[in-house]
Nanobody
Framework: QVQLVESAGGLVQPGGSLRLSCAAS????????IGWFRQAPGKEREGLLC????????YYSDSVKGRFTISRDNAKNTVYLQMNSLKPEDTGVYYC????????????????WGQGTQVTVSS
């Protein structure tokens, strides 16, 4: 089973940018769809966007469309989440997750998860 590790998040000012990475080990990423999820304090984990094993992107949250993008580098076994124009409401713990081939916005569909990384957007 694939193991996932997210890069460190951090504190970002509103309007700023941050790139998170999700590095895989134990298996090659090119078989998997990779999703990014966010859990804000007191809220359920929500699906943001996902990249399929063929490279297609699906957005599950309108709040991040036009600001967040996902990409994958199979040679490096890594998926990236580029976050631009960050807002305070983007604050939360960000998780990457893996499932076979096709994307989903349902956390329950993903058997493999990273440990999560905190992103705080505040001035």
């Amino acid at each position: 089973q694939v193991q996932l590790v997210e890069s460190a998040g951090g504190l970002v000012q509103p309007g700023g940018s941050l790139r998170l990475s999700c590095a895989a080990s134990g298996s090659m990423l090119d078989y998997y769809a990779i999703g990014w999820f966010r859990q804000a304090p007191g809220k359920e984990r929500e699906g943001l966007l996902c990249i399929s094993n063929s490279g297609g992107t699906t957005y599950y949250s309108d709040s991040v469309k036009g600001r967040f993008t996902i990409s994958r580098d199979n040679a490096k076994n890594t998926v990236y989440l580029q976050m631009n124009s960050l807002k305070p409401e983007d604050t939360g713990v960000y998780y990457c997750s893996a499932k076979g081939a096709y994307c989903s916005g349902n956390p329950g569909a993903f058997p493999s998860w990273g440990q999560g990384t905190q992103v705080t957007v505040s001035s």
